[in-house]
């Protein structure tokens, strides 16, 4: 019979570190989008990407580490970085969701209606043949609706976030303590 009575360390709560850190990354990447939107920035300088950049790996690195480091906390798999990461970048995914629709619709307006005139141009200018064009306009229309805008960036920043996370949860795991 055997009466081993050692408690197992149980698995951190995820949500609350990836509450924190998903919203610092969130409100980081809205205000650089904020930025774009308010100078009406058409297409985004090299500088806004590298620090969205930056941001993503900071936050991610160290939202994976918080959850590490703590006293409680089991050995990080690269399964339980994963979760962190993931929960990071949807807590930002959402939030921005929120911010983006919000400004494209209430504070900007008129920044989408210029994408949509510039994509428009372009497509115009295009050695494209004019059924191809027509159709591209069609889907110009619906992309640079507020919502369907605001849903791809989410998707952007899902993508952008689990790229971010597969490579902290390689560099951070610890399969033995």
Partial sequence: MDTDTTPVPQPQKILPIG?????ILGLV????LAFQMGFSVMRAPWWQTAIQWLAFALMIYFGIRD????PDAPPLTFG???KVGFAITCWAALLSLLLLYIASNY???DFLSGMKDLAKLTV???PAPVRTAER?????DTMFNPLIWSLSQVLNTILTGLIFTLLAAIFLRQENR
């Fill in 19 to 23: 509450l924190k850190w998903g919203l």
């Fill in 29 to 32: 990447l809205s205000i650089c």
């Fill in 67 to 70: 959850y590490r480091n703590r």
């Fill in 80 to 82: 339980r970085a994963v």
């Fill in 107 to 109: 504070v900007f307006p």
């Fill in 124 to 126: 115009e200018n295009s």
């Fill in 136 to 140: 591209i306009a069609t889907v110009i």
